[in-house]
């Protein structure tokens, strides 16, 4: 569905004008929620004992290995012909079902996938990391080696930078799934890099790290000394369990906040030295084309983003009756650290209300945000808006796109659109303000 809809200029994205104006739409106590319906006498389920109350159930270990209830057979990751190969619909992509999101941890199952030779399925008890260049030592790590460092697990997102990319010449997919499903957000397992170049020692020379992956793209990327000795890592656990392979098993390069192209999978090898390597990632491809026609590379930490998640597409309010009261829920996530409010809006970015954070709220990490909202059965433009600890605010479609135009791809965070038409029907949209 495309559809364009105007709004009146913004003239500042500063924290002080977002309340001048005050929305009509109220926050009301959860407290005030209405009861649940009356009791259906009839309801079969009420009054009749069911099958699994009155058979005996399988054994615990009747799945090894364990799996999602076959009732949840449709929370699935997807791909698209849009982001395929021509042809044989070869998936170099799949995306995470944000509208079944339930916290801030993605399912290892349902974590977002890209590749760049499709998924490497390498041997544990054949892998091995290299580490050599402007280091004192150089060094062969194997897996058992890499894992009597001393470890530590992080919360943080991991969000492909061309996330929302399809959407910049307008909505192309009416679905969450697909307008922002390049992302997810796990607990990660492993050795902080700096652990191990304390121990190996770093030239004062190196200003530089190039990262290597072992599959067949050899997927490689420049990092500046800076972040390798703030807070990368080296991680080989995921969710409690050891990395998916499509995770980059048996251990991949974390980098958190930035973009996941650079959290190089399969990882076999890192380099130390004096100047980027300018690799063909970060060259021909993932870069910033400005509007001077000088292109950014070295694009790294990802701006404070939000969505709104329920309603969606995928979750309509059409089942609702007016006065019933409803939760807003969504997202939201800053790659320059902590996520300080959310603000909602109701008429496309007019009017704000602020929206509260619920559950943890981590650095580098989703934060879940919700508003109490009495439906009234009346069309909405509903958005979302997040600011963080940096002092930074997401922006409106125009104010990005003055700034990187129309035809870059990556790091796209501008405020997006749902329209919530009277019937309770969601659809993508985008507002120009």
Known sequence: ??????????????????????????????????????????????????????????????????????????????????????????????????????????????????????????????????IHGLVEKTIVLTLDQLKKYPNESVIHFLECPSNGAAEWKGPQFNSVQFVRGMMSCSEWTGVRLKTILDDLGLKPTAKWMLAEGSDGSEMSRTVPVEKVLDDAMIVWGQNGEALRDEQGYPARLFLPGWEANLCVKWLKRLEFGDKPWYAKEETSKY??????????????????????????????????????????????????????????????????????????????SWTKFSYMYKYEGKPLLLQSRS????????????????????????????????EVTAKGEVNNVQVRS
């Not at 983003?305 to 409803?326: Q, R, V």
């Not at 409106?396 to 997006?416: D, F, L, S």
Request: charged share 20%; with cysteine; aromatic share 8%.
């Open 1 to 130: 569905m495309d559809k364009t809809f105007k709004t009146e200029e913004s003239t500042s994205v500063s924290r002080r004008d977002f309340f001048k104006k005050t929305a009509s739409i109220s926050a009301v106590a959860a407290a005030s929620l209405l009861a649940p319906a009356a009791l259906n006498a009839d309801d079969p389920a009420i009054m009749h004992h069911t099958k699994w109350g009155t058979t005996l159930g399988d054994e615990c270990n009747y799945h090894p290995y364990g799996v999602p209830s076959k009732y949840e057979h449709n929370i699935v990751r997807r791909t698209s012909a849009l982001m395929s190969s021509a042809g044989d619909m070869h998936a170099a992509i799949s995306m995470t079902p944000l509208y079944a999101q339930k916290g801030i941890i993605t399912p290892s199952g349902l974590h977002f996938t890209r590749t760049h030779n499709g998924v490497a399925h390498v041997d544990p008890n054949e892998w091995r990391l290299m």
């Open 287 to 364: 870069t910033a084309l400005t509007a001077s026609g000088k292109a950014i590379q070295h694009f790294y930490a990802l701006e404070t983003n939000s969505i709104i998640i329920a309603p969606c597409p995928e979750k309509p309010w059409t089942d609702l009756k007016k006065g019933e009261m409803i939760e807003i829920e969504g997202l939201a996530w800053s790659g320059y650290g902590t996520v300080r409010g959310v603000d909602i809006s109701f008429d496309g970015g007019k009017n704000w209300v602020e929206a509260s954070l619920k559950g943890l709220v981590l650095p580098k």
């Open 387 to 418: 600011y963080d600890d940096s002092g930074d605010v997401q922006p409106t479609v125009n104010q990005e796109k003055t700034v990187v135009g129309v035809e870059g791809v990556y790091h796209r965070n501008a405020i997006h659109t749902w």
